[in-house]
């Protein structure tokens, strides 16, 4: 099994730039989730959807839009980047009652973004 | 306002010997805490988990022991492992809803061969 794919690994970009960053998962987890990492910050919430066809933001949704296409595919879109947006980017999903049952959230490797 | 804290950045620790990770929360409703592993250009991997009906739970080397009248947690690894060398999120969520979880910044684990 695959997991969870991100795609691009690595990014570059000019402030003003849009782009959208994608993420699947095959198996088949009802809710994913969007993590930024940044150095001293640890991993904080962008955006997350418990469920195909719903969406909510998290601690630091400015600046970005989230898409939920499929149970699969949950994408997040920066529609004019800003150098406070460099970071590293982690899509994760869970299974219902994850949380309890001990597995908690499986993670993409990541994308490496830097705004210019 | 961070929920979750880990006060050291950085720990390091010889091989064989135990390594104690803290981590403390401030949100009195986290009811279910776990530990996450993570390694240079990968994403975290899952570790241990505790749940806060209990004050312990074991998993080969890893331990986890929560005290909730301290809203503290401590990973130990004992013995520790040059594998072991990583950066370590400790992570919690609340009893109801959505299963999101709040991370702590991180603590670099180097054990010293």
């Known amino acids: 099994n695959a997991g969870v794919t991100q795609t691009p690994k690595f990014q570059v970009l000019k402030t003003g730039q849009s782009m959208t960053l994608q993420c699947a998962q095959d198996?088949?987890?009802?809710?994913m989730y969007w993590y930024r990492q940044d150095p001293g910050m640890g991993l904080r919430l962008i955006y997350y959807?418990?469920?195909?066809?719903?969406?909510d933001k998290g601690e630091v949704p400015n600046g970005y839009n989230v898409s939920r296409l499929n149970k699969r595919e949950f994408s997040l879109r920066l529609e004019s980047a800003a150098p406070s947006q460099t970071s590293v980017y982690f899509c994760?999903?869970?299974?219902?009652?994850?949380?309890?049952?001990?597995?908690?959230?499986?993670f993409g490797s990541g994308t490496r973004l830097t705004v210019v | 306002d961070q929920q979750v804290k880990q006060n050291s950045p950085s720990l390091s620790v010889q091989e064989g010997r135990i390594s104690i990770l803290n981590c403390d929360y401030t949100?009195?409703?986290?009811?279910?805490f776990l530990w996450y592993k993570k390694y240079p250009a990968e994403g975290p991997t899952f570790l241990i988990s505790?749940?806060?009906?209990?004050d312990k739970n074991e998993d080969g080397r890893f331990t986890v022991f929560l005290n909730k009248s301290a809203k503290h947690l401590s990973l130990h690894i004992v013995p520790s492992q040059p594998g072991d060398s990583a950066v370590y999120f400790c992570?919690?969520?609340?009893?109801?809803?959505?299963?999101?979880?709040?991370f702590g910044t991180g603590t670099r684990l180097t054990i010293i061969p």
């Open positions: 949100n009195s409703m986290f009811d279910y």
């Open positions: 992570a919690a969520s609340v009893a109801f809803g959505n299963e999101k979880l709040t």
């Open positions: 959807s418990a469920s195909e066809g719903t969406t």
């Open positions: 505790i749940s806060s009906i209990k």
């Open positions: 198996m088949n987890h009802n809710s």
């Open positions: 994760a999903s869970s299974r219902p009652g994850s949380r309890r049952g001990g597995h908690g959230y499986t």
